[in-house]
């Protein structure tokens, strides 16, 4: 497992997000986006699969976006809109 963001409000770019915390989510503030795709942001706090809804409960108000560096298994779904319909 990789070392958790020691330098918290440290700006990175999303390669090197990628690079640093692989299969982990990190939570950024102030992103810098290009449509859906982020570029880069300040790095809040970095979380595994096991931690990352309780920190989305505890912290949902206060703005952070929340990215998993790779895919792979984890638990629930995220940011999606789910309408099931019966005829």
């Known amino acids: 497992m990789p070392a958790m963001a020691t330098e918290q409000n ?6 090197e997000m990628v690079k ?3 299969d982990m989510w990190v939570v950024i503030k102030d992103a810098e986006m290009d449509g859906p795709d982020i570029i880069s942001g300040i790095i809040v706090t970095v979380k595994s699969d ?7 409960i505890d912290n949902q108000k206060k703005g952070y976006k929340f990215y998993r560096t790779s ?3 984890f638990y629930g779904i995220i940011d999606a809109d789910i309408n099931i319909s019966v005829d």
């Open 71 to 73: 895919e792979g298994d």
């Open 50 to 56: 096991d931690d990352i809804m309780r920190f989305r």
């Open 10 to 15: 440290k700006r990175m770019s999303w390669d």
């Open 20 to 22: 640093e915390y692989p």
